[in-house]
């Protein structure tokens, strides 16, 4: 079955503009999450939705924020936009939220340059 | 202070040689620990799970072992190949039904297999 497919690959914004990135679960999958990677910090966990709803996010501002639709894929969206937002952001899948064990699947990530 | 410490940050081992990466954590309570494998440039793949009371799970050429009460574990890879070249993440994540349920993660070690 297919993977979890995110788009775009790679893109290239301007400081001061916003960015959507899109993520598609594996099939059967409802709980998405999302993170942050960066040569610097490792990864770091934005944010999990779960049947819509939002359950958990991390320590980012405001400007940071996604939403999930009844087909379970998920968009997130970064509002003006600064040169340190450039990273790898990467979107999981699982069967249900993270802490009960299942295998996570990640896609292969958005390349997000801000120049 | 990074809750997942993982060391050597970099290791370089020639092909067909052993090798052991380590990852301290201080995430107390936790529900799971995994590794990932981490292509450059690609999602991570899971390679093992372990609830706290596993001391060892095996994926082929890839053993990882669990001691709770020291807070430890361990990657080992046996045989290495030049496909092994990647970064290795260790990751854990807080029970079910806490607030705070998320994962947590290293910041990898980058091994490089040289033929």
């Known amino acids: 079955k297919a993977g979890v497919t995110q788009t775009p690959r790679y893109l290239i914004k301007t400081r001061g503009q916003q960015v959507t990135l899109s993520c598609s679960p594996i099939?059967?999958?409802?709980?998405v999450s999302w993170y942050q990677q960066t040569p610097g910090q490792g990864l770091q966990f934005l944010f999990e939705?779960?049947?819509?709803?939002?359950?958990n996010k991390g320590n980012f501002p405001g400007r940071f924020s996604g939403r999930q639709f009844s087909n379970s894929r998920s968009e997130m969206n970064v509002s003006t936009l600064e040169l340190g937002d450039s990273a790898l952001y990467l979107c999981?899948?699982?069967?249900?939220?993270?802490?009960?064990?299942?295998?996570?699947?990640f896609g292969e990530g958005s390349w997000l340059t801000v120049v | 202070k990074n809750q997942v410490e993982q060391s050597p940050q970099s290791l370089i081992i020639l092909e067909g040689k052993n090798c052991t990466l380590q990852?301290?954590?201080?995430?107390?309570?936790?529900?799971?620990l995994r590794w990932y494998k981490q292509d450059t440039g690609r999602g991570p793949v899971s390679l093992t799970i372990?609830?706290?009371?596993?001391n060892t799970k095996s994926n082929g050429r890839y053993t990882a072992t669990l001691d709770a009460d020291t807070k430890q574990s361990s990657l080992h890879i046996t045989a290495s190949q030049l496909s092994d070249s990647a970064s290795y993440i260790c990751v854990v994540s807080y029970p079910r039904g806490s607030t705070l349920g998320r994962l947590y993660f290293g910041r990898g070690t980058q091994l490089t297999v040289w033929p």
């Open positions: 999981a899948s699982s069967l249900r939220p993270e802490q009960t064990g299942n295998t996570i699947y």
């Open positions: 990852c301290n954590y201080t995430v107390s309570p936790f529900s799971n």
């Open positions: 372990m609830t706290f009371s596993e």
């Open positions: 099939s059967g999958h409802r709980s």
């Open positions: 939705y779960f049947s819509e709803t939002q359950r």
